[in-house]
């Protein structure tokens, strides 16, 4: 929840400063932003920030980066767009938001999750961040593909493409209820093709998770798949060691997907 604005006595700088941010319509502030706008100098820049952040008009996101409440917002502030945060940590592009922020996204569930995930190369860290709470996973290079981008209030914002959240969806399924619930989501966007199933071979086929890729080639085979799409994907355990999806050598071997298949909902 985010905290409640404080009763506000601004000062004329204040004031100036906060009726400037109105007019500009800003939501997220820089200390270039003041630089700018104001030609503060650096010590009354601080002065000024301090000031504003104990009155509740800034909010904290990172070192020289605030999230801005109007005074007409009332005591409760304005919120910040979640998606709006995380490009603010990734100046390189190497990140996206991902797991079960983008399963609601689209629409692969209706339950509402506290947590955004924002995968990227280079920071491991949980953080509370304008009252909304922030897991940063630093995962492999290889791991990152299969993201787009989206327009969010005129910002370009990294998220992993309807494609790449399916395969997350397997790989990071307990927040759906586990396994068996991710295979039936993913089946049924696969059944009534509302997704790209080109794309989803393909970055299945590069997913570094061999039980994944076998996982995935089991279900849309079943769905009337051809080889020749499934090609790539197929290739991609070829040479693969035989592996079970529960953990468990008792079943049927699949020569093909070089697995031990014993429970046909997984």
């Known amino acids: 929840m985010r905290p409640k604005n ?5 000062g004329p700088i204040e004031t100036n400063i906060v009726a400037r941010l109105t007019y500009e319509k800003k939501t997220i502030v820089t200390a270039e932003n003041f630089d700018r706008l104001f030609n503060l100098s650096p010590n009354d ?25 109007p005074l007409e917002a009332g005591p409760e502030g304005t919120g910040v767009d979640e998606l709006l945060i995380p490009p603010l940590f990734f100046p ?13 996204y689209y629409g692969f569930t209706e339950q509402l999750f506290q947590t955004v995930y924002v995968l990227n190369t ?21 791991r990152m593909d299969g993201s787009e981008i989206i327009k ?10 309807k494609e790449r959240t399916l395969i997350d969806l397997l790989y990071f399924n307990k927040p759906v209820g586990g396994i068996i619930s991710a295979v039936e989501i993913f089946t049924e966007i696969v059944k009534n093709k509302q997704c790209d199933i080109k794309k989803l071979i393909e970055y299945a086929a590069r997913f570094p998770n061999i039980t994944i890729r076998k996982r995935i080639g089991l279900i849309i085979e079943k769905l009337g798949i051809s080889d020749d799409m ?37």
């Open 92 to 104: 390189k592009k190497n990140y996206y938001v991902g797991y079960s922020t983008m399963f609601n």
């Open 230 to 266: 499934l090609k790539t994907l197929i290739n991609s355990v070829y040479k693969t060691s035989v592996s079970s999806l529960n953990g468990t050598r008792k079943g049927t071997l699949n020569k093909k997907w070089r697995v031990i298949v014993n429970d046909s909902r997984k």
């Open 45 to 69: 820049r601080k002065q000024v920030v301090f000031r504003l952040k104990k009155k509740k008009i800034l909010s904290p996101i990172k070192r020289g980066v605030y999230a801005f409440s």
């Open 152 to 161: 969010v209030k005129g910002a370009d914002v990294n998220i992993s493409s």
């Open 6 to 10: 404080t009763p506000k006595t601004l």
């Open 122 to 142: 280079s920071i491991r860290m949980e953080r509370i961040i304008c009252g909304i709470s922030y897991k940063f996973i630093r995962i492999p290079e290889n």
